[in-house]
């Protein structure tokens, strides 16, 4: 991964733990990994949330118009304890 002028590089924890995240499936819409890893807050890498495409970036996401947040009644902090529960269950 490239470093952000808006974040510090991952160090290798951080980097193995967002590969952990990315394996999962999608905290939103159960979509089957790899998953985007979104970050509640930009860098803080160990809130990383496992999303599909569509629930990240596309449409339905996070980053668009919230559809399928909206629909599943789903914070982003709802989001993060379901990727937590399948990190460490």
Not at 51 to 79: P, V
Request: with cysteine.
């Amino acid at each position: 991964m490239t470093a952000s002028k808006n974040k510090p590089r991952m160090t290798q924890d951080e980097r193995s733990h967002v590969g952990k995240v990315k394996s999962l499936p999608c905290a939103v819409c159960d979509t089957p990994g790899p998953s985007d890893a979104h970050e509640i807050k930009q860098g803080a890498w160990y809130t990383s949330i496992a999303l599909c495409r569509d629930c990240h970036m596309g449409r339905n996401g996070i980053h668009g118009e919230k559809i399928m947040w909206r629909i599943k009644k789903m914070h982003e902090l709802d989001a993060l304890n379901i990727t937590l529960k399948r990190l460490f269950t």
